[in-house]
């Protein structure tokens, strides 16, 4: 069993909060990615887990043992590093064979193990080889080699895949879940791709400026953001601020000259949101309504499979939607109705 | 019909010419003044090692190229037990300053706090002492009835039991350590930046200890950057004067004093000149060494 | 998945190291012994320089005095070698400077001839043992009469400097950014005019560091001076070393103080360019 658990976890420096109060359930065996935008906190966060960062507050419990104070080399943790970190001056075997041979394994079992665990990762025979003979992709496998030969109970990854180009990293995704589901280890993943996050993890905890802003899987983070930040940084969505009225069990906002229906879990009568509409989410008319906006200086941006509807609007500046490839622009003008929005509080923005 | 072909068109761009030209010129005032008094000098040091001085019945002096000055260094009692002497001085000197060196390295490498600040600041300063100077600071700190022994009597050692430290290879040791220390520490912290962090993160994560991780890691990655350092201090002790010539004894010596004396004393510029070329196959795979590397390390 | 492999034994061989406080500890000793062994022997220079008085076994002098500074600053031989050494250091600085900066700025940006074994040669000064170099520079002076001269000195004294400067300067115009050059060619200047006013000032830091380690190597240079110079030409070091061979303790010390005065003065001047890799560019890299 592997279950991690923070609980409270801070860490500040000199004059910012790198970390605020943040806790975390990860379960046996998940696949969680702590994704967000860069100076979030969450590579941070990977660190303390690790052990090379000692919170300021809090508690870090790896099954239900608080390993806040333990040093990294005593934790049930290994890490693949952003650089991967492999020791120039051993060869592939010897970089995975290392912590083995720390440990006094005997040298036939020390073989056996980094011979299988190459075999995992898909990279058979270059045990004898040096880093700096190998290509991005192959060391990438390495470090994971080298992290994972060691029977760990958490595997902690820091944005492995940053360092290669578009290809092998959408390739590499699907190997590093694979590996993962193999050998059915608990792990953590930091990212600031959310293509990574959507598409390997379990779950997702989505950080900004410190602080945990949602948890959940793909659906949930993308569906249904619990703050504006979600809405805004998973997907793209347009953000356009109002007020809110509740009128029984609808609630309806009004957004410039347009009354939108909301989904507004909670939220009072009166209060000023933020409203979040993704372009997918979007009808076109070509008649005024009063839940629609008029969208000035259209124009379409060709993707192939679909088509972007771009303009502006006096209030809200820049506003897209998603329309069919067969679509196109006549002379009338043109409005933009949201068939599904949410709000948020206008203050709130980064707390969940 | 006439073709007229320009000369220019088959030519090399001058552009080339005229910056290779500046080249040569740049760097030739440097070229002659190490010719004449660098290069030329060390081929007249091995000429002369090789020329030998006899004197025939009349008095008159006879020269002819031979091996008889290498003979006599061998020969010699003296000068054999110098040339031991000076070895092992410079191994001795090299083998500590390398050791206080790298801990002052690791220190500044990966200590925080006031200490290591400390030591960041003050292991600079015998780089700014005169080596004349701190022969004689150590002189009047080593000696009997110097310094420390005066300290060690107060708390009770007895008079006469303090070792002879000035005058003998104890003393030419301590001095040259005490004067390589910048070098070598500057140098190996130089190395011990290289090594980026995260290799060191790495090793603790699978599991090793600060002991092993010197061991495995930073050992090995720090050390050819080290070996530079290294030869390059023993270069210098081998061939030192100043340091032996204040502190060590009247016998053995090492070769750089005899060598002095044998020039301005005895007149005896052969024997100085052999000394000089022993020096030098002595330390001749050092300075090989010394060099290759250098130049591995600077030019890409 | 597979069998766990075992936790890691307790590593008793290191335990010491990796207790913080343990290490704390053990640093602070040794810093302070540090402390002692560098600071210690120049202390007792500057008490000796001071001591009316000083028997054996006190730990300090016994009576204070000015009296041998003031012997030492009246001896005309004291005040003649100083103005030498301080005369000299400078001279051969800037001769030095005016042959090894264009030299380093030719091997960093032109093309050489034979670049790599010119560079490969301006090593050799210091693979080759210099007191043997200074003897057998001693027995050319005396063939073509430089023995006991001024330029003799200044020529020695470049031996050593020269090798600094060219490998300083060298690595110094390589780090700087060739289009900033080829910037102001290509908004008029002439190449010299390029050089004196955009790579010149860059190069600046780095130039200062070589002939702040260029002016202390002069000032130092005991050795060779020893040989070329006598009997005419007594810089400071040399005359420590009779002083120093003729037992005159305190006024060794008076000397000692003053011969180190202006080092330590540069050593607090300079301190912001004493970066590690200027230092070690200064040391290491030659």
């Not at chain 2, 930046?193 to 603790?204: K, M, V």
């Not at chain 2, 007149?267 to 050092?286: G, H, K, M, N």
């Amino acid at each position: 069993m592997a279950e991690v658990d923070l609980r409270g976890v801070s860490k500040g420096y000199k004059d910012t909060t790198a970390v605020d109060d943040l806790s975390l359930h990860i379960k046996d065996r998940e696949f969680v990615a702590l994704l967000g935008p860069s100076g979030c906190g969450k590579t941070t966060t990977l660190r303390m887990l690790a052990g090379f960062i000692r919170p300021d507050s809090g508690q870090i419990l790896i099954d239900g043992k608080d390993v806040t104070n333990v040093p990294p080399e005593r934790r049930p943790t290994a890490m693949v590093f952003q650089s991967y970190a492999l020791w120039p001056h051993m060869t592939v075997a010897d970089n995975i064979a290392f912590g083995l041979r720390l440990r006094r394994l005997p040298k036939t079992e020390v073989e056996d193990r980094t011979g299988r665990m190459l075999e995992v990762v898909g990279l058979p025979g270059v045990m004898k080889r040096y880093p700096s003979q190998l290509s991005g992709g192959q060391q990438q496998r390495v470090a994971l080699a080298r992290a994972l030969v060691l029977g760990p109970k958490i595997l902690l990854l820091d944005e492995p895949l940053s360092n290669l180009d578009a290809k092998l990293r959408v390739r590499m995704r699907d190997e590093i879940r694979r590996i993962q589901q193999e050998l059915q280890i608990t792990t953590v993943y930091v990212t600031h791709d959310q293509e990574e996050a959507l598409t390997m993890a379990d779950r997702i905890a989505v950080m900004n400026k410190g602080v945990l802003q949602q948890v959940g899987d793909a659906l949930d983070i993308y569906d249904r953001p619990a703050t504006a930040f979600v809405a805004d940084f998973i997907g793209s969505s347009n953000l356009l601020s109002g007020t809110l009225r509740l009128a029984g069990p609808t609630a309806v906002a009004q957004v410039g000259e347009a009354r939108v229906p909301v989904e507004a879990d909670g939220l009072p009568d009166g209060a000023a949101v933020t409203v979040s509409a993704r372009p997918e989410d979007m009808e076109v008319l070509r008649a005024p309504a009063p839940d629609a906006f008029r969208l000035e200086d259209p124009r379409l941006v060709n993707f192939g499979a679909y088509k972007r509807l771009l303009g502006r609007h006096p209030a809200f500046g820049q506003l897209e939607a998603r329309v069919p490839k067969a679509f196109a622009l006549g002379k009338e003008p043109v409005y933009l109705r949201f068939t599904r929005a949410r709000a948020f509080t206008s203050d709130e923005g980064d707390r969940s | 019909m006439a073709v007229v072909t320009s000369a220019r068109a088959v030519g090399r761009p001058r552009r080339l010419d005229r910056s290779r030209a500046a080249g040569v010129l740049l760097v030739l005032p440097s070229l002659l003044y190490l010719t004449v008094f660098v290069f030329i000098p060390v081929i007249k040091a091995f000429a002369t090692s090789f020329t030998v001085r006899d004197r025939d019945d009349a008095g008159n002096y006879t020269y002819r190229v031979g091996l008889d000055n290498y003979n006599q260094l061998i020969a010699s009692d003296t000068l054999r037990s110098n040339v031991i002497f000076t070895v092992f001085i410079a191994v001795a000197s090299v083998s500590i300053v390398f050791v206080i060196a790298y801990v002052i390295a690791l220190a500044l490498r990966f200590g925080r706090g006031p200490s290591a600040r400390f030591l960041g600041r003050i292991y600079i300063v015998p780089l700014f002492i005169p080596s004349v100077i701190a022969s004689y600071a150590m002189i009047t700190f080593l000696a009997n009835h110097g310094f420390v022994d005066g300290i060690l009597q107060a708390i009770g050692l007895p008079d006469g039991v303090f070792p002879k430290i000035v005058f003998d290879w104890k003393g030419i040791v301590i001095t040259q350590v005490w004067l390589s220390l910048p070098f070598m520490t500057v140098l190996l912290s130089s190395v011990l930046l290289e090594i980026s962090d995260s290799l060191i993160e790495s090793a603790r994560d699978v599991g090793a200890s600060s002991w092993q991780i010197f061991r495995h890691i930073v050992l090995p990655l720090s050390a050819p950057g080290a070996l530079i350092g290294v030869t390059f201090i023993f270069l210098g002790v081998i061939g030192g004067f100043t340091v032996p010539y204040l502190l060590g004894p009247n016998a053995p010596q090492m070769l750089g004093v005899s060598m002095v004396y044998y020039m301005t004393n005895y007149f005896e510029p052969y024997i100085a000149s052999t000394q000089a070329v022993a020096i030098f196959l002595l330390s001749l795979v050092a300075a090989v060494y010394y060099v290759r590397q250098q130049f591995k390390r600077e030019i890409r | 998945m597979a069998a766990q492999v075992p936790a890691l034994p307790a590593i008793r061989l290191s335990w010491w190291i990796d207790d913080a406080r343990i290490r704390r500890m053990l640093l602070r000793l040794f810093a302070a012994a540090l402390a002692v062994f560098i600071g210690i022997p120049l202390l007792t220079l500057v008490l000796w320089s001071f001591a009316g008085e000083w028997f054996w076994p006190n730990l300090i002098p016994t009576q204070w005095s000015l009296r041998w500074w003031q012997e030492v600053l009246e001896n005309p031989r004291v005040t003649n070698a100083m103005f030498l050494s301080f005369t000299i250091a400078p001279v051969v600085t800037l001769l030095t400077a005016l042959v090894a900066i264009p030299a380093g700025y030719a091997f960093a940006r032109l093309d050489v001839p034979f670049r790599r074994t010119l560079l490969l040669l301006f090593l050799i000064p210091n693979a080759f043992p210099r007191i043997g170099l200074y003897v057998s520079l001693a027995v050319l002076y005396y063939q073509i009469g430089l023995i006991d001269t001024y330029w003799g000195i200044v020529f020695l004294h470049m031996i050593g400097t020269m090798v600094y400067m060219t490998w300083i300067t060298t690595a110094t115009f390589r780090s700087i950014d060739p289009h900033l050059e080829e910037a102001a060619r290509d908004a008029g200047a002439s190449p010299l005019r390029a050089f004196f006013s955009v790579v010149l000032p860059l190069a600046m830091p780095g130039i200062i560091v070589a002939s702040l380690f260029s002016f202390l190597a002069s000032v130092d240079e005991a050795q060779g001076t020893l040989i070329v110079g006598t009997p005419h030409y007594i810089t400071m070091p040399v005359l420590l070393y009779t002083l120093i061979s003729s037992f005159q303790r305190p006024v060794a010390a008076v000397f000692s103080v003053l011969l180190a005065l202006p080092s330590l003065l540069l050593l607090i001047v300079a301190q912001r360019y004493l970066h590690s890799e200027y230092v070690a560019a200064g040391l290491g890299r030659v």
